[in-house]
């Protein structure tokens, strides 16, 4: 038992009192992976109310003193300094904050005019008109359950086979990462993520300690070998996997691959999480294949976010999941924010009724296959011979390109930022810091003009800064 004792004559709030006393304990007393007591005892021994002890130990999961277990309550973490995020830092330079006046080479979103303005408002006055102050209401934690509907009927289409109550709505798909960690995620748990791979995913199995193993990725997927022989040796929780168009190589799984891969799952007995964000965006004839179509034992958790062809800050997802881990995923998700918003869930499934979804995509699908050429000729028609396209591509929002050896792409990010122009730093996508003379150019944001004027600026740029520049009158267009 914990003796804390609280002064309610202190002009100290309460929950900041009992967050000091707690953090005084951790540091002082308790050791690693010591479970905290519940909630309701804790305010009962101590003498406050329940909200207090919620605020105290939020406080204390924030500076990552203590961890949660979904089901089992807080546990005092392994690690117990504040640890501040080098990498979240720079996401903010490369292109996650708003760069007025400049070529933005990073953002994989789609610049706001490619937004759906007026059909989406459309669908919002129509549901307005029928649900009236219903709109605004909670929804289940699950979800709409007319979207859940459209989005099965969606997924039918498409070769996957689930049920209703497999299908949860998300607040987008970083959430529905976050929300997997919590449940599948304690200390020191194995997962095997692809090398490089999306940077959100790697912040959210390091919120939970997870000990991450990295597969490299080949032109058709990740190296099963290598993965077989680690998972000979160790026991994983998960294989995290975007199948279709990765981030950030632009890679497609083959289909041997994928049956290979289920295979692996099935025979070493681990869960795959398949995150699908660009599967719709093939610029050949044939539609992509995603893992879970292939998936008949129930092994793929399917991840699926319309925010890089639709409109990111919607903020709506969802996720398939075997229906055994239906009552862990509603208790995390109802913890995170009760519910995805109402009005957004109703807009979006009279929108996909309407066939608006379908109207769209196909669009975006034309309008980025025509940037994706222009990007692709740039290039290489442009850029010197010695900037290698990594892996040839035939869908997706961006391409991985690699410098020579001993040349550092954060280096040549820092001279090219100076002129207004931002890409993706190849170690952004890294768990040990590798790939430096890596960097991914996506052309999601910018017009066919700053297509054209991005490459020349990064090519001249590209001169001074290895020395080659020619001594001539040209001055980049600024």
Same mark, same amino acid.
């Given at each position: 038992?914990?003796?804390?004792?609280?002064?309610?004559?202190?002009?100290?709030?309460?929950?900041?009192?009992?967050?000091?006393?707690?953090?005084?304990?951790?540091?002082?007393?308790?050791?690693?992976?010591?479970?905290?007591?519940?909630?309701?005892?804790?305010?009962?021994?101590?003498?406050?109310?329940?909200?207090?002890?919620?605020?105290?130990?939020?406080?204390?999961?924030?500076?990552?003193?203590?961890?949660?277990?979904?089901? *089992?309550?807080?546990?005092?973490?392994?690690?117990? &300094?504040?640890?501040?995020?080098?990498?979240?830092?720079?996401?903010?330079?490369?292109?996650?904050?708003?760069?007025?006046?400049?070529?933005?080479?990073? *953002?994989?979103?789609?610049?706001?005019?490619?937004?759906?303005?007026?059909?989406?408002?459309?669908?919002?006055?129509?549901?307005?008109?029928?649900?009236?102050?219903?709109?605004?209401?909670?929804?289940?934690?699950?979800?709409?359950?007319?979207?859940?509907?459209?989005i099965r009927k969606y997924l039918t289409k498409?070769?996957?086979?689930?049920?209703?109550?497999?299908?949860?709505?998300?607040?987008?798909?970083?959430?529905?990462?976050?929300?997997?960690?919590?449940?599948?995620?304690?200390?020191?748990?194995?997962?095997?993520?692809?090398?490089?791979?999306?940077?959100?995913?790697?912040?959210?199995? &390091?919120?939970?300690?997870?000990?991450?193993?990295?597969?490299?990725?080949?032109?058709?997927?990740?190296d099963l070998e290598e993965m077989e022989s680690?998972?000979?040796?160790?026991?994983?929780?998960?294989?995290?996997?975007?199948?279709?168009?990765?981030?950030?190589?632009?890679?497609?799984?083959?289909?041997?691959?994928?049956?290979?891969?289920?295979?692996?799952?099935?025979?070493?007995?681990?869960?795959?999480?398949?995150?699908?964000?660009?599967?719709?965006?093939?610029?050949?004839?044939?539609?992509?294949?995603?893992?879970?179509?292939?998936?008949?034992?129930?092994?793929?958790?399917?991840?699926?976010?319309? *925010?890089?062809?639709?409109?990111?800050?919607?903020?709506?997802?969802?996720?398939?999941?075997?229906?055994?881990?239906?009552?862990?995923?509603?208790?995390?998700?109802?913890?995170?924010?009760? *519910?995805?918003?109402?009005?957004?869930?109703?807009?979006?499934?009279?929108?996909?009724?309407?066939?608006?979804?379908?109207?769209?995509?196909?669009?975006?699908?034309?309008?980025?296959?025509?940037?994706?050429?222009?990007?692709?000729?740039?290039?290489?028609?442009?850029?010197?011979?010695?900037?290698?396209?990594?892996?040839?591509?035939?869908?997706?929002?961006?391409?991985?390109?690699?410098?020579?050896?001993?040349?550092?792409?954060?280096?040549?990010?820092?001279?090219?930022?100076?002129?207004?122009?931002?890409?993706?730093?190849?170690?952004?996508?890294?768990?040990?810091?590798?790939?430096?003379?890596?960097?991914?150019?996506?052309?999601?944001?910018?017009?066919?003009?700053?297509?054209?004027?991005?490459?020349?600026?990064?090519?001249?740029?590209?001169?001074?800064?290895?020395?080659?520049?020619?001594?001539?009158?040209?001055?980049?267009?600024?």
């Open positions: 038992m914990l003796k804390i004792k609280l002064k309610e004559e202190s002009n100290s709030a309460l929950y900041l009192q009992l967050y000091k006393e707690l953090k005084k304990k951790i540091k002082s007393e308790l050791e690693a992976d010591t479970k905290l007591p519940p909630i309701r005892k804790l305010a009962d021994d101590v003498g406050v109310n329940p909200a207090t002890v919620v605020k105290a130990y939020d406080m204390l999961a924030d500076e990552e003193l203590i961890y949660k277990k979904v089901g *089992s309550g807080s546990f005092v973490a392994p690690d117990r &300094k504040i640890i501040k995020s080098k990498n979240g830092e720079d996401m903010l330079k490369h292109g996650q904050i708003k760069l007025s006046e400049s070529i933005n080479f990073a *953002s994989a979103a789609p610049s706001t005019d490619l937004f759906p303005v007026e059909d989406f408002k459309y669908a919002i006055n129509q549901v307005l008109e029928r649900d009236q102050g219903e709109a605004f209401s909670y929804q289940k934690s699950q979800g709409f359950l007319p979207l859940r509907k459209s498409r070769g996957i086979d689930s049920s209703l109550n497999q299908i949860q709505v998300v607040s987008g798909a970083q959430q529905a990462i976050d929300i997997i960690s919590k449940i599948f995620l304690d200390y020191k748990d194995q997962i095997i993520v692809e090398d490089p791979t999306y940077f959100g995913a790697l912040q959210a199995f &390091k919120s939970r300690k997870a000990d991450i193993k990295c597969v490299k990725m080949e032109e058709d997927g990740a680690y998972l000979k040796k160790n026991k994983i929780k998960f294989f995290f996997t975007m199948q279709n168009f990765q981030n950030p190589t632009g890679v497609n799984w083959s289909q041997e691959k994928q049956l290979q891969l289920l295979e692996l799952a099935k025979k070493y007995d681990f869960y795959i999480i398949e995150d699908d964000i660009l599967s719709d965006l093939y610029y050949n004839q044939n539609r992509v294949n995603n893992l879970k179509e292939l998936d008949d034992q129930g092994r793929v958790i399917y991840i699926k976010s319309f *925010s890089k062809v639709f409109m990111p800050g919607l903020r709506l997802a969802f996720i398939v999941l075997p229906e055994t881990l239906l009552p862990e995923m509603l208790e995390a998700k109802y913890a995170t924010d009760i *519910s995805s918003g109402g009005l957004t869930q109703r807009a979006f499934d009279y929108y996909i009724r309407e066939g608006l979804l379908d109207k769209h995509i196909s669009l975006q699908r034309n309008l980025f296959k025509k940037r994706y050429k222009l990007m692709k000729n740039q290039i290489i028609n442009n850029l010197p011979n010695e900037i290698k396209i990594t892996f040839e591509i035939t869908g997706g929002l961006y391409f991985w390109l690699k410098l020579p050896e001993k040349q550092d792409a954060q280096k040549l990010y820092e001279k090219v930022a100076q002129k207004g122009l931002v890409f993706s730093p190849g170690y952004l996508f890294s768990n040990n810091n590798r790939y430096s003379n890596y960097f991914r150019l996506s052309f999601a944001a910018v017009d066919d003009k700053q297509i054209v004027r991005g490459i020349t600026l990064l090519r001249d740029i590209y001169n001074e800064f290895r020395g080659t520049a020619k001594n001539d009158d040209y001055s980049p267009l600024l």
